[in-house]
């Protein structure tokens, strides 16, 4: 009950009193009786609407005392979840520092070079190129005096010719004992001798004309001819000088400098990033300032097991003749450069019995992530494996987290 409102039963009994009060007699005299005007009761809807009322009020008064602790209840609790809630700062992956163009040495060799020698023997008759000369493909270069060779080859010639007479005289006679075998005045073994001689007299021509062939090949070996157009970069021989085919000495080295092969290795650790077709450059001590373009233009394909690298040839322009083939270079592979891992700070790492793992954040809510360490530079570790670029971690992991934990994003540490 409200203080204040009165009951259902205080109510009838004050409008009973009410009755009881108008039907007093006026008077003492017993037997007069003043008649009042009867008052009328109160009708039963106004006490159905005063009955809404006073519930309506208890209701409103239980509103007003119970909406306050309803709305701190749900501050409380909305509180408790905020706080349950770890805040956490995030970092992103960053790429480790480019490692500088890889720079080396190299080796300038030639474009094609040949050692020519004798391949007959012989005395110097001339020479018509010197140090330093360019010639053109199937000049001549010198010649030689081969007088033993020639008497050998005049003497092989004789050979054949005895062999060629020695044939003719062998098929004659076969065949007169043709004629005789068929009249029956010789014997098959007979005739069948003078064909095999007939053979025989054959193969010998045949050698002969071959040690011909091979003694006149030779002898064209006497005049020194250049194999392609190039530089003589050196002459060992003067006229009347004794050359001998079995010495196998170097008369000539001619080089073919147009275009020039450097070769460098590379080291194991950027062979996979060397590609044909790489562009590089080279600088030459004795060129201070001047640089030379090329390009990779094939590998050996497989590592040097003593050095553990990759032999590559780079092909360099050299038309006007400014490098020298033989010398020593400044090689810059542009291009070869290995692909940088990926960096994290070191204290994004939890140690746990399956390996180094880092708590990754997305959509609010954490997955522990196995990753493969690399290199430890401090304060920041190589990733190798188990991370992508755009994958926030978190920094500081609590050891308490879990995998689908939820967690609020306060703070993005930079790269």
Sequence with gaps: MVPGFPG???REAKLLAKIRFNTVPMTSDPTT?????PVPAQSPARLGRLSVFAVLVLAGAFVIGWLPRLRERAVVRAESRELAIPSVAVVQCAPAPAAPPLVLSGELKPNAEASISARASGYVRRWLVDLGSRVEQGQLLAELDTPELDRELAQTRAELAQSEAARTLAATTAARWQEMLAGKTVSPQESDEKIADLALK???VEAS???????EDLLGYNQLLAPFTGTITARNLDVGQLVTE????????????DKLRVFVRVPQSYARAVAIGQSAELVAPELPGRKFTGKIVRTAGAMDAASRTLLTEIEVDNAKGE???????????????????????????LFRPDGPQVAVVANDRV???TVQLGRDFGTAVEILDGLTPAERVVLNPADSLVDGAEVRVTQTAPQ
Excluded: C, W
């Design 8 to 10: 259902p039963a205080s």
């Design 33 to 37: 009786t003043v008649a009042r005007a």
């Design 202 to 204: 054959k193969a010998t």
């Design 209 to 215: 004309r071959a040690r011909v062939q091979r003694l």
């Design 246 to 257: 079995a010495a196998g000495r170097e008369l000539f080295h001619l080089t073919q400098t």
């Design 323 to 349: 490098l020298l083939a033989g010398s020593y270079a400044q090689v810059r592979l542009i291009d070869a450069r290995p692909d940088a891992p990926l960096t994290l700070p070191s204290n994004t790492l």
């Design 367 to 369: 997955t522990m992530r």
